[in-house]
């Protein structure tokens, strides 16, 4: 008998992390320089609350969600998404007494039951990033500049494409609009733009039938239908990031998958990544908090897959694991109770060290610590010990000396 990993999960080997260590690492560094601070929540959640807060039309209610009843009968589901939690928790919390905008990222793993392809996996990290407590053009930009410098440390080359998809005064009258336009061409619809059509027709633009998307070139789009608070933020955040030097494309069809969203929406485009080539999107969601039994609280945020990333950043992966301090090779003879027992008191000291449990020959313990790109070999034989340092001449010291030496 045999396993594999469950369809669409996927494991990181240690050969890999290097590389998702470099995406993370370089999130966290610039999520603290932009003053955003970690949160951390669980990995499941009452059904009703991401049911209640994308809307039962999206892909992600309607077909994606990881849902059971544990033990006491309770439905729940394994987190699809992570701004519905950050918000729970800001609610649970009392967090709108805090200093706004509460300002938090995290990076953990999401569940949807999508069909596996590159770039698309039933579990996958997320790194999600939200500004709560806010309508100040400003952090709009801000979230936005950070994506856009997190991708360019990792050099990824991508596009932005920018919209706003208005808010309650201007949208509703524009859906009459697009609805009376959808009725015109209901015949040159798909099934599933028929169906948004009755449930959520602004998610017809969301759709990846290259036939549909040319026909949808000819619809009223919500740029057009702004109204002039919406029209003013939209300005205000262009205004910022042409500021801080972030290059956009408009994209008036570009709309996001959640009922949540409101007026900024973005998504950063790598070319090369395929059919799945988002590598991170958001937008602004100001009646998120109060859907979800909160005060009316205007937020932003975005949400990077980390698989994505980490395929776009490989092709210019220059990160190699750095070697290890010291290497023990023991000769036969040598008192491995004393280098162990060094090896204990040095890695406490925050050096790296390794020795050989595979009982290679000396040749082959050589080659090991090559291979770990050890900075110093210490030959451990019988009477003493053999210092090898790379374009150095072999030095040959004392136990008492090494302990004296490296302790
Ligand atoms: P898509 O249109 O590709 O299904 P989405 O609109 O469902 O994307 P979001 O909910 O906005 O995606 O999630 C934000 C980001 O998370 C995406 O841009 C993508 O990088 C990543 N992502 C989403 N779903 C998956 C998945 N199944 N596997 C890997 N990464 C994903
Ligand atoms: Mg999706």
Redesign the pocket.
Known sequence: MSFEAPKGTHDVLPRECPGWRRVIDEAERLCNAYGYRRIVTPTFEETELFARSSGEAS??VSKEMYSFDDRGGRSLTLR??GTAQVCRAYVEHGLQREPQPVKTWMVAP?F?Y?RPQR????E?W?LSVEAIGCDDPAIDAELIALQAAWLKALGIETTLLLNSIGDRACRPAYLERLEAWLDEHSSELDAEARHKHETSPLRVF?T?NPALATLLEGAPTIGDALCAECSEHFEAVRRYLDACGVAYMLAPRLV???DYYTRTAF?FVAPGLGA?D?????GRYDYLVETIGGPPTPAVG????I???VLSAEQDETASELGIDIFFICEPGAPRERVLALMVSLRAGGRSCETDYAGRSLKGQLTQAQRLGAKLTVIAAAGGVTLRRHGQLDESVSYERLEEELG
């Open positions: 892909d992600i699809p998404e999401m949807r999508a770039g698309r996996f039933r996958f997320q969301d990846k996001r998958g959640l998504e799945q988002t590598v991170s999107a958001g975005f949400a990077s897959g698989e994505r990333v």
